[in-house]
């Protein structure tokens, strides 16, 4: 059996998905630890899904299917983009939140951008 970590961030109606497989099972624990430690922000656990599954196949197709994402599904394959792509979404958010938001200053924005 195959273990899998799966993460996906929807940008602008398009996903993206870093997958990261092995049989040993610490393997993929370990990538879903630096995964979490890298977004430990509340904020950013909002922005994307990440989840452990197990199949016969090594595959992402296999996963994907499963789980019912495979339409326009792009391949990150180095956590570190990943991570960059969930970092462009908060910003991208924060731009459309932006205008609800009243803000006096630099120093306001900044705290409400850092979640303080």
């Given at each position: 059996?195959?273990?899998?970590?799966?993460?996906?961030?929807?940008?602008?109606?398009?996903?993206?998905?870093?997958?990261?497989?092995?049989?040993?099972?610490?393997?993929?624990?370990?990538?879903?630890?630096?995964?979490?430690?890298?977004?430990?922000?509340?904020?950013?656990?909002?922005?994307?899904?990440?989840?452990?599954?197990?199949?016969?196949?090594q595959s992402l197709d296999s996963v994907l299917s499963s789980i019912g994402k495979m339409h326009t599904i792009q391949l990150v394959k180095d956590l570190q983009a990943f991570v960059?792509?969930?970092?462009?979404?908060?910003?991208?958010?924060?731009?459309?939140?932006?205008?609800?938001?009243?803000?006096?200053?630099?120093?306001?924005?900044?705290?409400?951008?850092?979640?303080?």
């Open positions: 059996m195959y273990k899998h970590l799966v993460a996906i961030v929807e940008i602008r109606e398009k996903g993206y998905t870093y997958h990261y497989v092995s049989k040993d099972a610490q393997k993929v624990n370990k990538q879903f630890y630096l995964l979490t430690q890298k977004l430990n922000d509340n904020m950013l656990e909002s922005l994307y899904e990440a989840s452990v599954m197990e199949t016969n196949d960059k792509l969930v970092y462009d979404k908060k910003l991208i958010t924060i731009a459309k939140r932006l205008p609800e938001r009243e803000m006096n200053n630099t120093e306001q924005l900044l705290d409400w951008f850092n979640g303080d």
